[in-house]
């Protein structure tokens, strides 16, 4: 049912003042997922004055940030134990909440996770959140300005009916494996880095790092000081070799497995005891029907105006899918849209308008090289003019330059100094600057 709401309005008539009551209906919005972008839309949500419903298949909030031991397909975390974040704090805040200062810009996945039950805590968003609510299907009705939301609790079935839906259920849980030809003859351990947890398991061990991202590179250094040897294997063509400890070395592509035995692109063939696969992970929307319009076509998910508004549906939002940013001040930016969009603040594009403008950044993207999940990245080509775009259409506070400015020195940094790059911290001076200081082990 709608959510009625009661107000008092005082107006004068012939010299008296007379109390009016005034019922409006507030729209009921639901939010998939309480991690930091489903925490982010249900605040905004509230403030902008929506009847809000997150629902997080966990117990807890965190999302991605929240450690277990646990693995396999219905872990819902990548979190691993000795992780620590690969952007300084600085640029992890909210613009009305910051990361807490400390010693060091660089932190665990822990300080992470109790700065974001914090933020919950601060905003009281608590009472909006039905935890172990698994959302099983969300589909739009006759009714192109509704949705069905239809999950389970405590084995039960529940169905919700709502204006809008904010989509917010991540995109580090599904793994992307890879196809290796004879890769079910190796002999030895394979999982995907969403299962790794501890190098204490690959202790004395010979290990193979498949995938040179972020996750590849960290997994590296964490393997190498308790592996016997790591090798990582990808076609980056930007790592130097002494970027790495001594016992780690890089190879090229693997060519092929055959009789346990990896054979690599340039002839040579090497035994492992394991490998790790960190290839990346695959937008899913599994509860998405296929009449909400949305499609996940070589992890490129479309239809999307400025990839959060469902073109064909645009009360369904998605926040957060766009990666290699200042993750955090982007996400307040896009759930601040989406409302605006939402609540008629500005008038959208048509739909052959909106098509139109994602056709063309395709083509673009597509004549650099961008393909699948890099059709959602943003730095460094596209992080800036998509802040202002957000910015403009929607007239909000735009995210600070000296942030922007610490996300682009500290981003460059991670390529090309791996080893020191965590050692800086960072301090703000003011809106548009910050000093800079290394800090010895």
Known sequence: ????????????????????????????????????????????????????????????????????????????????????????????????????????????????????????????????????????????????????????????????????????????????????????????????????????????????????????????????????????????????????PQNVEQLPDIDFISDGKVHFTNSREENYDAIVLCTGYKYNFPFLSEDSGIKVTNNHVTPLYKHVINIEHPSMFFIGLTNVTIFNSIIELQVQFAIKSLLKYFPLPTKDEMYQELHEEMQIRHSKGMFGKRMHQLWPDFMRSYIDDVVRIADLKPILPVLLDIYDESRALSYSDIKNYRNYRYLVLDDRSYVKKFLRN
Request: glycine content about 8%; proline content about 3%.
């Open 1 to 244: 049912m709608p959510f009625v709401q009661q107000k008092y309005a005082t107006t004068t008539c012939l010299g008296l003042s007379l109390e009016l009551r005034v019922y409006f209906v507030r729209m009921r919005v639901a939010i998939i997922g309480a991690g930091v972008a489903g925490l982010v839309a249900c605040k905004y949500c509230n403030e902008f004055d929506l009847d809000v419903v997150v629902y997080e298949q966990c117990g807890d909030v965190g999302g991605t940030w929240i450690y277990s031991t646990d693995s396999g397909k219905n872990s819902h975390t990548s979190m691993y134990k000795n992780l620590v974040t690969n952007s300084p704090v600085e640029v992890m805040g909210f613009h009305d909440f910051e990361f807490p200062k400390g010693e060091k810009s660089y932190v665990t996945w822990k300080e992470v996770l109790d700065f974001i039950k914090s933020y919950e805590k601060h905003f009281k968003l608590t009472k909006f959140i039905k935890f172990e609510h698994f959302v099983t299907k969300v589909s739009p009705l006759e009714d192109e300005n509704k949705w069905k939301v239809v999950g389970k609790y405590e084995n039960e079935d529940f169905t919700e009916e709502f204006d809008a839906v904010f989509v917010c259920n991540g995109h580090f849980f599904d793994p992307n494996l890879p196809k290796i030809n004879g890769i079910e003859s190796f002999e030895g351990k394979i999982i995907h880095s969403h299962d790794y947890r501890d190098p204490e398991m690959f202790k004395g061990k010979k290990v193979l790092v498949v995938g040179s991202g972020p996750s590849g590179i960290d997994i590296t250094f964490d393997l190498s000081h308790l592996a016997k040897t790591v090798h990582m294997s990808h076609h980056s063509t930007t790592l130097a070799s002494d970027l790495f």
